[in-house]
């Protein structure tokens, strides 16, 4: 079955950097999109980077371009999300998770993802 594993979160101060791993196993992941998302305390899950299925594209939400890097290495099964400056306002849960659909682009809508980590807590200190 589907398996997505999460780790690399943990507590850093803000301005600091962050690399989220997310193994995954089950399926033909360089056949997948995959996505990056959070939920943070009392908001809405949001999808804050996605990668196609052969790492050539890769897309962000406006509050963190510039700032974090999704990356993938389909030999390792592996998607990764680098994140570099730091604030607060990333403090949240992080989840790594799988397009509904064999290379498609599934956008920033999480209804068009299937498959979901467990997830990492992310906490920024001030």
């Known amino acids: 079955q589907v398996q997505l594993v999460e780790s690399g979160g943990g507590l850093v101060q803000a301005g600091g950097s962050l690399r989220l791993s997310c193994a995954a196993s089950?399926?033909?992941?360089?056949?997948?999109?995959m996505g990056w998302f959070r939920r943070a305390p009392g908001q809405e899950r949001e999808c804050v980077a996605y990668?196609?299925?052969?790492?050539?594209?890769?897309y962000y939400v406006d509050s963190v371009k510039g700032r974090f890097t999704i990356s993938r290495d389909n030999a390792k099964n592996t998607v990764y999300l680098q994140m570099n400056s730091l604030n607060p306002e990333d403090t949240a849960v992080y989840f790594c998770?799988?397009?509904?659909?064999?290379?498609?682009?599934?956008?920033?809508?999480?209804?068009?993802?299937?498959?979901w980590g467990q997830g990492t807590q992310v906490t920024v200190s001030t």
């Open positions: 998770a799988t397009a509904r659909r064999v290379a498609w682009l599934p956008g920033f809508n999480p209804n068009e993802y299937d498959h």
């Open positions: 089950g399926f033909t992941f360089s056949n997948y999109a």
């Open positions: 990668i196609s299925w052969s790492g050539s594209s890769t």
